[in-house]
């Protein structure tokens, strides 16, 4: 099993940044790559980034790229995603999740882990 924490999440203002955090535990070396999705209220969850976790393929949601990077850290078992510009309507609960295969990256019922959210939300 593999168990993802996210932090990082809050209140900023619209222009502004947030760095994203998701610690991987347990079986990490199972591990292919890792997703970042959100969900507004009253939506469905959406695709946001991805990284591979042995690799660096990266793929991010055309909505937002250009205003996201996302890394990791191995040693750390630790991904983060950095949101620049943000506006009003990022304003979502951000998930990282885990999947053991390749897979379709935006799928998110393709990922096998998640965690538990973190809210970000963005001031007009």
């Known amino acids: 099993q593999v168990q993802l924490v996210e932090s990082g999440g809050g209140l900023v203002q619209a222009g502004g940044s947030l760095r994203l955090s998701c610690a991987a535990s347990?079986?990490?070396?199972?591990?292919?790559?890792m997703g970042w999705f959100r969900q507004a209220p009253g939506k469905e969850r959406e695709f946001v980034a991805f990284?591979?976790?042995?690799?660096?393929?990266?793929y991010y949601t055309e909505s937002m790229k250009g205003r996201l990077t996302v890394s990791r850290d191995n040693a750390k078992n630790t991904v983060y995603l950095q949101m620049d510009s943000l506006k009003p309507e990022d304003t979502a609960v951000y998930y990282c999740?885990?999947?053991?295969?390749?897979?379709?990256?935006?799928?998110?019922?393709?990922?096998?882990?998640w965690g538990q959210g973190t809210q970000v939300t963005v001031s007009s």
């Open positions: 990284i591979q976790w042995g690799g660096s393929s990266t």
């Open positions: 347990g079986r990490t070396f199972i591990i292919y790559g």
């Open positions: 999740a885990a999947t053991r295969r390749p897979t379709l990256v935006a799928s998110a019922g393709d990922y096998d882990y």
